[in-house]
């Protein structure tokens, strides 16, 4: 869409005037403000946390990264791999490679003929990172309120002034975005799809232990009967390490169950669980670290492609994330931010024509 | 093979080895895989059916009549509708058109209806149900169906051109109203010497259906008459 020049919007004092503004610096913020910026288009994108990559995330405990939310990377679609495959950083193409246990995988096509698998030694966040290079980011930015004016959109931040732009891209999960997105007619049918596609949570433990004591025989662990989805090796992954590292992922009902509860309940739980499947030297790490992913897995089965809503004013808000693209997971949030770019760069939004 | 095969059971043969570099966007091939008699409550036909390279949907034909190397032949193409075709929904006119092509078909010399299974790839189903629930609550729009992954304008007729090409036609007469269809199968080769019209009259449930179908698609339609059933 080209804006005429003469248009220009009126800047209210203390406003910060972008072209878009992207909120999420998750994947599919990433993968649309670098296809924006390829062709041209700069954007701002916002994010409430402190880093880059939404769920693709690293902590550095001892020295040591630890992926505490998407284990290993695996897709087949062209695009999303020579994304992957430009990485700089360390791929450990196939990982996980010694996989054990009966249950059922987060994500059952990560393991289907034609799905490549890939972790990478620095730690999952150099994907995001990688995306995230030569774009324009504000990062611990909480958004509060949107706020829809004559030809442009206004974002209330918690501190700090107000941004305004013509076009805004809502990425969060769905009970996130549906708490920003203004009540006006035109997004209604917006506001019933993310009703349709709640994203479920996942209690996280990430445990250390001596690098010199026993270690578990697989890379990843699908436990059968069990509260946990999937114990990961995560030290497998990095190629110094110094202590051995296990990131245990609640299943999505078990997390739902708990999630409100005492973080010290929940552990100690998870914890005996991890010990019941790897081995009692478990039982005792040398530290113990947990995360609550509120929004940890789009709701299944996802919607198909990402949305784009002109607003009577001229203003645009898209819609992207896991949610938007058939097949979901971290390539799903990857395509979904591609094709929503792609089509603001065609122009093609339509009309909200309600009934 | 016996001496007396008829020429669309001398396809299956021939395409024992068929392999080319595939038509449209997904590069789909199609073999004629099997052929049989199929007696209707339309008439006698033959059903082919396909094998294609892309997905584990089994595409049919419905041949009426002597086709292979004819010119002229009556072709309509129908996608599969689940909920109108198998199950009478009237939210659609999928089984109106299904049945009015068939019945025309069963008085004529020759016809071909394409039955494309293009419903369900995925979770097509599901979104489509969605769509419906949408409706329902009057938030049915083009961003609501985009999103769920219904997109006229983008069908990849890549798949009926082959499966016409198989069949060996010369030319084909097309039954729609929809211009996108012609232009569809002529982008991939198929020789279109005309367009029979194929319009059937709105009910109550599927007037709103139709009419968005011809504002968003640029079908030919006339709306001029009275929806049957309706006195509002």
């Known amino acids: 869409m080209v804006y005429p020049r003469a248009r220009m919007l009126d800047r209210r004092p203390g406003e910060e005037l972008h072209e878009v503004v992207v909120i999420g610096a998750g994947i599919a913020g990433l ?24 769920r693709c995330a690293t902590r550095r405990i001892r020295d040591q990264p630890v992926d505490h939310g998407v284990a290993f990377y695996h897709g087949e679609h062209p695009e999303f791999l020579a994304a992957l495959a430009a990485v700089p950083a360390t791929a450990l193409p196939g990982w996980p490679q010694r996989i054990v246990g009966q249950g059922p995988p987060c994500q059952p096509e990560a393991f289907t003929r ?19 290079r030569g774009l324009a980011l504000r990062l611990a930015t909480r958004i509060v309120a949107i706020e829809v004016g004559d030809a442009s959109l206004c974002l ?25 997105l203004p009540r006006c007619a035109e997004l209604a049918s917006a506001r019933a799809l993310l009703d349709l596609v709640p994203a479920q949570p996942c209690l996280t433990l990430m445990l250390g232990y001596a690098g010199d004591g026993p270690r578990p025989e697989f890379d990843v662990c699908y436990p059968e009967d069990s509260p946990l989805q999937m114990i990961v090796h995560d030290s497998a992954k990095r190629s110094a390490a110094g202590q051995v590292v296990l990131v245990a992922q609640a299943t999505r ?5 708990q999630l409100e509860r005492e973080a010290s309940s929940w552990q100690a739980t998870l914890l005996a669980e991890v010990a019941r499947v790897v081995g009692p ?71 909200e024509e309600t009934r | 093979m016996t001496p007396d095969a008829s020429p669309l059971e ?12 595939g038509f449209g966007p997904a590069r789909t091939c199609v073999r004629v895989v099997a052929v049989a008699d199929l007696p209707s409550r339309f008439g006698d036909f033959k059903i082919v059916a396909f094998w294609n390279n892309r997905d584990a949907k089994e595409h049919i034909a419905m041949v009426r009549g002597e086709v292979c190397g004819a010119s002229d032949v ?12 198998a199950m009478g929904s009237l939210r659609c006119d999928c089984r109106d058109q299904l049945e009015a092509a068939l019945t025309t078909f069963g008085t004529m010399e020759r016809g071909i209806l394409l039955y494309l299974r293009q419903e369900g790839r995925g979770i097509g189903l599901i979104n489509k149900i969605r769509a419906y629930a949408l409706q329902d609550r009057g938030l049915d729009t083009v961003e609501a169906n985009l999103a769920l992954g219904f997109r006229d304008d983008e069908r990849d007729y890549g798949v009926a051109a082959h499966m016409l090409r198989s069949l060996d036609l010369r030319s084909i007469q097309l039954m729609t ?36 179908k011809a504002a968003r698609s640029g079908h030919y339609l006339d709306f001029t008459g009275e929806p049957e059933g309706t006195k509002d």
Not at chain 1, 33 to 51: E, I, M, P, T
Not at chain 1, 156 to 180: I, K
């Open chain 1, 31 to 54: 993968a649309c403000a670098g296809a924006l910026a390829a062709a041209g288009r700069q954007s701002l994108v916002v994010d409430k946390g402190r880093g880059v990559g939404g």
């Open chain 2, 177 to 212: 109203n929809n211009p996108n269809k012609l232009r569809g199968l002529e982008q991939h080769g198929v020789v279109v010497s005309g367009r029979i019209p194929h319009q059937l009259p709105a009910t109550r449930h599927n007037r709103f259906y139709l009419e968005t």
């Open chain 2, 74 to 85: 009556p072709v309509r193409l129908h996608s599969e509708c689940l909920t109108g075709d």
């Open chain 1, 253 to 257: 009902a078990w997390s739902r169950a």
């Open chain 1, 156 to 180: 209330r931040l918690e501190a700090g002034p107000s941004l305004q732009t013509r076009e805004l891209v809502l990425t969060p999960p769905a009970a996130q975005t549906l708490a920003l």
């Open chain 1, 281 to 351: 030297w478990a039982h005792e790490p040398v530290w113990l670290e947990s995360h609550r992913w509120r929004y940890a897995h789009a709701g299944s089965p996802a919607l198909a492609s990402p949305m784009l809503v002109s607003l009577p004013g001229g203003a645009r808000i898209g819609l992207a994330g896991e949610a938007f693209c058939a097949g979901a997971g971290v390539q799903g949030a990857y395509l979904a931010g591609l094709a929503l770019a792609r089509r603001m760069l065609a122009g093609q939004a339509c009309g």
């Open chain 1, 114 to 132: 034609g799905h490549s698998r890939l972790a990478f030694v620095e730690g999952a966040t150099a994907f995001p990172k990688a995306l995230a």
């Open chain 2, 10 to 21: 001398a396809l299956v043969e021939r395409d024992q080895t068929h392999d080319c570099a």
